[in-house]
């Protein structure tokens, strides 16, 4: 018998014992709603409304056209992905996920991206975002906002690692036309062989084409992104919620207890302290609750393992963030699988840099110097961290112009080396 043959009944069997378990925990199921939408609503839902609003109107407006023209010649030959990916892997950095996951279905929609380019981007742009990052797990649940630097340092540098490794995924399929057909020419092409102002131009001509083809006023943009960034965070917000009181009941049930146990003897084999079992547990369905726990295990933990936890919870996102990207991915024919194995490597190389960045970057006095930085304090669940996080956004975007401004001049001066 096949899995898509017991998979319907066996998903229907979970969801029932769920069920009675509800009707025998009814205090305990509705607790852990109400922990899942404070969560949603004190964290999520300010930190990630703006930028659902946002990028959809930067897309209508043709914004993200004109950055998929000017980051072609960096993007392409890094990630094996278009220019837009330049953009939608800023966002992704800034606002966390799943902005990455929603802008490359919008632009799988648009046909700016093939399959295997929407696969690659994906799974590299979705990461924790700096408020969460820096606010709530350092400060707020390890109570040291040193660790911040080693963190993201961790988070994102494997972030960007997984970005390259995925550019040999589907090298195979796109050598083979019939195998990815849905590759448009619309991505302006012919952008990337320009060079310095001509390439320039032809960006703001791919702008103004897109704009022409929305053909919505301001102000209809702005209805339609609210409308659909609300459903959107509706959707979000409810599977937080549902994945809370999963966790509830299966602690209820004695499942969860058992699991830890199992855990526990797995980190121990690997040379870990099997007390953060708990937290890596925890981490599996639900990041926040998965950071918080390992920001509050037992003292008696060294500090490096605990952050490598937080670090590896934090890049593998959750069960319930999965979710939230596979709702999104479907229907733009995306496959959840690449996305699941990136998440399971970016994990494991962010809790492998802490240990080997632990001595370099703790014990350099870098940390204690990161503390000192306004960049420490600003991102916090509020409407300065929101200000700092567009700000962040404006300046990865203007390095990333620049650099690739910068490589036909390069590539130009290298040119004229050889031939002398």
């Known amino acids: 018998m096949t899995f898509k043959k017991i998979g319907g009944p066996l998903l229907g069997f979970i969801l029932a014992g769920c069920m009675l378990l509800m009707l ?10 109400l922990r899942g939408l404070a969560i949603w609503w004190d964290v999520l839902f300010p930190s990630l409304f703006p930028f659902f609003v946002i990028s959809e109107i930067m897309l209508g407006l043709g914004i993200v056209h004109l950055f998929g023209a000017l980051l072609d010649p960096l993007m392409r030959p890094l990630f094996g992905i278009s ?13 966390g996920y799943p902005v990455g996951a929603k802008l490359t279905a919008k632009l799988r929609e648009q046909k700016l991206i093939s399959r295997i380019e929407g696969e690659r981007l994906v799974a590299f742009t979705t990461s924790s975002d ?10 707020g649940f390890f109570r ?4 911040g630097l080693i963190l993201a340092l961790a988070h994102y540098g494997s972030g960007l690692m997984v970005g390259l490794l995925m550019s040999f995924h589907g090298r195979k399929e796109q050598k083979t036309p019939t195998q990815d057909p849905t590759k448009s020419s619309s991505d302006v092409p012919s952008a990337p062989a320009k060079q310095g102002f001509g390439r320039i131009h032809a960006a703001l001509l791919a702008m103004s084409e897109a704009r022409r083809k929305d053909g919505r006023s301001f102000g209809e943009l702005l209805k339609g992104a609210i409308q659909s960034s609300l459903q959107l965070i509706i ?5 937080v919620v549902f994945f809370n009181v999963l966790m509830e009941l299966l602690a209820r049930a004695g499942i969860l207890p058992s699991l830890f146990s199992l855990a526990g003897s797995l980190v121990s084999l690997v040379g870990g302290p099997p007390e953060l079992a708990q937290a890596l547990i925890s981490g599996l369905f639900e990041v926040t609750i998965g950071a918080r726990s390992a920001g509050e295990a037992a003292s008696s933990i060294p500090l490096q393992f605990k952050v490598a936890a937080a670090a590896f919870i934090l890049s593998w996102g959750g069960l319930s963030v999965h979710a939230q990207v596979a709702s999104i991915l479907n229907g733009t024919g995306l496959r959840y699988l690449p996305f699941l194995t990136a998440r399971l490597i970016h994990a494991v190389l962010a809790a492998g840099l802490v ?5 370099p970057v703790m014990g350099s006095g870098l940390s204690s110097a990161w503390v000192s930085l306004p960049a420490s304090t600003a991102f916090t669940p509020s409407a300065s961290g929101v200000t700092a996080s567009l700000a962040l956004l404006s300046l990865i975007l203007a390095v990333a112009l620049l650099v690739s401004l910068l490589i036909p001049v390069f590539m130009a001066m290298l040119r004229l080396m050889r031939r002398s």
């Open 130 to 139: 700096p408020i969460f990052l820096l606010g709530a797990v350092s400060v």
């Open 235 to 239: 959707v979000v917000g409810g599977l």
């Open 83 to 95: 220019g837009s990916g330049g953009f939608v892997a800023a966002m992704g950095y800034v606002s």
């Open 355 to 359: 240990v080997l960045l632990w001595k």
């Open 144 to 147: 040291d906002a040193s660790l």
């Open 24 to 33: 025998l925990h009814p205090e305990a199921s509705l607790a852990a709603a």
